[in-house]
């Protein structure tokens, strides 16, 4: 399975280039902003998007037991009242000595070792952040577009030409079933996307 990190800032979608820009609130002071080399190389890590997930779903604040006591749990697909010791001391000594005060350098969280605080920042809460998730066997969904762009190419231009059988098929009826397949993509993309989006489902994404 291959995950690919994409992140919304506003209305639009950032991609894995190497541009100068940066993710931010709307503010234009590079120092108050995620540049996309930070938010990649965090979300690289499935704990730490694990660590992410988290905070969304309580309010963007919580603490080193707790973090690690439920990404334990989903780790290990089991319930937080049934993690073992063992397993929660793995994922807390691996989050308190290299995840935590990594994400806490990038700007991604603040995070206070004494106490086991961590905190999302306004930089980081801002970020709308999905995983385009594809299964080995499965075709990303830029390629499934370029096909289906393709595939609706040529049928108009075979309807238009009266090429056998598609000169039997009126053109708006054409039309009309290129539009709805178009539809149907374009609503389970957003199924898909809403599904694999970081803090919306109880579980995270892998």
């Known amino acids: 399975m291959q995950s690919n990190v994409s992140t919304v800032d506003g209305g639009g979608v950032a991609t894995e ?20 080399d930070v938010v990649f190389d965090v979300l690289s890590s499935t704990r730490r998007r694990y ?16 973090l690690s006591t439920t990404i334990a749990a989903w780790e290990y697909d089991t319930t937080p009242e049934n993690v073992t010791s063992k397993q929660r001391t793995r994922v807390y000594t691996a989050l308190r000595q290299s995840h935590l005060p990594k994400m806490d ?9 004494s106490s086991g605080d961590v905190t999302v920042t306004n930089e980081a809460e801002d970020l709308e952040i999905y995983l385009d998730i594809v299964p080995h066997n499965e075709i990303p969904w830029s390629t ?10 040529v049928v108009a231009l075979a309807t238009w030409l009266d090429v056998f059988p598609l000169a ?11 539009g709805f397949i178009l539809v149907a993509s374009a609503a389970a993309h957003a199924v898909h996307n809403r599904k694999n989006r970081i803090g919306t489902d109880e579980r995270p994404p892998a």
């Not at 503010?27 to 540049?35: C, G, H, M, R």
């Not at 039997?168 to 290129?178: E, F, R």
């Open 17 to 36: 280039e190497a541009h100068p820009e940066s993710f931010s609130n709307g503010e234009s002071d590079a120092d108050t902003s995620l540049s996309r």
């Open 168 to 178: 039997y098929i009126p053109d708006g009826v054409a039309a009309v079933l290129l």
């Open 105 to 113: 350098r990038e700007g991604v969280i603040e995070f206070d070792p």
């Open 144 to 153: 499934y577009y370029l096909g289906l762009g393709v595939l609706g190419s």
């Open 51 to 66: 660590v992410l997930h988290h905070l969304r779903q309580n309010d963007g604040k919580t603490n080193l037991r707790e």
